[in-house]
């Protein structure tokens, strides 16, 4: 198979794979795909009324990503969304269309068209399996339950949100469980893929043991 010039970022939530793939996209220069961002962004149009054959449409002439220095920013008719997006309404709508045939197959061609031939970083739970298969270097980023949940809490509580670690915990098994399990796309690692256990690792170290990948890889 003809590889291409992309590296996959796959995992479950909150094992930072969203951190990792920004940081390595800046140093890179390559472009970002953030591919939950665009069944957020299917889940946000659904809930506006749209058709499930209009989403495709709106989000490839209306959309806009722009990575700044610290963020994925996401705009819709020159709004800026990003907040909307990442609320939990939009997070479990998403979740639950996720699973649908029609929508993996409609942003399909919207992920695929990402890669422009020049490099791309793409960051989701079906990347190195099915979006990119045919990628130079796939990562699966992972991180136990307790970890991934002490992660989450202390985004919350920066956030100035009321959580409780039980209930995190409960969370991320149930949707551990909900995206490995559906028919279509579960997550799992592809078979290439370089498995990266974050659990007792920081993001700088993560970030060193992925370009010492892109090293091998790309050179
Ligand atoms: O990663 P994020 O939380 O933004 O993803 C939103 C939802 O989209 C998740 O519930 C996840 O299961 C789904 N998703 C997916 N395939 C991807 C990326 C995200 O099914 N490649």
């Given at each position: 198979m003809q590889k291409i010039?992309?590296?996959?970022?796959?995992?479950p939530s909150a094992s930072g794979k969203g951190a990792l793939s920004k940081a390595i996209a800046k140093s890179s220069q390559f472009?970002?795909?953030?591919?939950?961002?665009?069944?957020?962004?299917?889940?946000y149009l659904s809930n506006m009324?749209?058709?499930?054959?209009?989403?495709?449409?709106?989000?490839?002439?209306?959309?806009?990503?722009?990575?700044?220095?610290?963020?994925?920013?996401?705009?819709?008719?020159d709004n800026d969304v990003t907040d909307d997006l990442r609320s939990e309404i939009i997070a479990k709508t998403a979740s639950d269309l996720s699973s649908r045939k029609e929508v993996r197959t409609s942003l399909y061609n919207i992920q695929r068209n990402?890669?422009?031939?020049?490099?791309?970083v793409a960051d989701g739970r079906d990347m190195g399996t099915v979006i990119f298969k045919?990628?130079?270097?796939?990562?699966?980023?992972?991180?136990?339950?307790?970890?991934r949940a002490k992660r989450r809490y202390l985004e919350l509580q920066n956030r100035g949100q009321e959580v409780n670690m039980r209930e995190l915990i409960d969370d991320i098994k149930k949707r551990d469980l909900k995206d490995s399990s559906r028919e279509l796309s579960p997550l799992f690692p592809a078979e290439d893929a370089h498995i990266i256990d974050s659990s007792n690792l920081s993001l700088k170290e993560v970030f060193s043991i992925t370009e010492n990948l892109i090293k091998k890889e790309f050179n």
């Open positions: 010039n992309v590296i996959t970022i796959d995992g472009k970002l795909l953030d591919s939950g961002a665009l069944y957020r962004l299917y889940a009324n749209f058709k499930s054959n209009e989403i495709a449409d709106q989000i490839k002439k209306n959309v806009i990503f722009e990575l700044g220095n610290q963020d994925l920013s996401i705009k819709y008719l990402f890669y422009d031939g020049s490099g791309l045919d990628a130079k270097l796939k990562v699966f980023l992972t991180a136990s339950t307790e970890e």
